[in-house]
Nanobody, 122 residues
Framework: VQLQASGGGLVQAGDSLTLSCAASGLAFSTYNMAWFRQSPGMERRAVAAIASGGTTFYANSVKGRFTISRDNAKNSISLQMDNVKPEDTATYYC?????????????????WGRGTQVTVSS
């Protein structure tokens, strides 16, 4: 299984950025997918998630600014990040799991991708 994240970079506060994740080697449409992020010295936490059936979850810190979507035909998910803030600076990871609660909690995740760095300057 491979989860290849892309789209990270250096942006200014208030800008928009889109992260993408291409998945392979798994029955993508049956998996719940998520974006996690981790800043130095902090735990990895779920930022946004989308269930196989389309239900979404957002962390309070990104509600109204980030939008997660999936394209089962292309085995991919995206994270549209609008009005980014310096506190959004982190390494972002694409994640896949068969469970929903376990996905949100970050417990026993089936698959992690390599991260992509997002840096937001003030």
């Amino acid at each position: 299984v491979q989860l290849q994240a892309s789209g990270g970079g250096l942006v200014q506060a208030g800008d928009s950025l889109t992260l993408s994740c291409a998945a392979s080697g798994l029955a993508f449409s049956t998996y719940n997918m998520a974006w996690f992020r981790q800043s130095p010295g902090m735990e990895r936490r779920a930022v946004a998630a989308i269930a196989s059936g389309g239900t979404t979850f957002y962390a309070n810190s990104v509600k109204g600014r980030f939008t997660i979507s999936r394209d089962n035909a292309k085995n991919s998910i995206s994270l549209q990040m609008d009005n980014v803030k310096p506190e959004d600076t982190a390494t972002y990871y694409c994640v896949a799991d068969r469970g929903w609660a376990s996905l949100i909690a970050g417990a026993g995740i089936d698959y992690w991708g390599r991260g992509t760095q997002v840096t937001v300057s003030s």
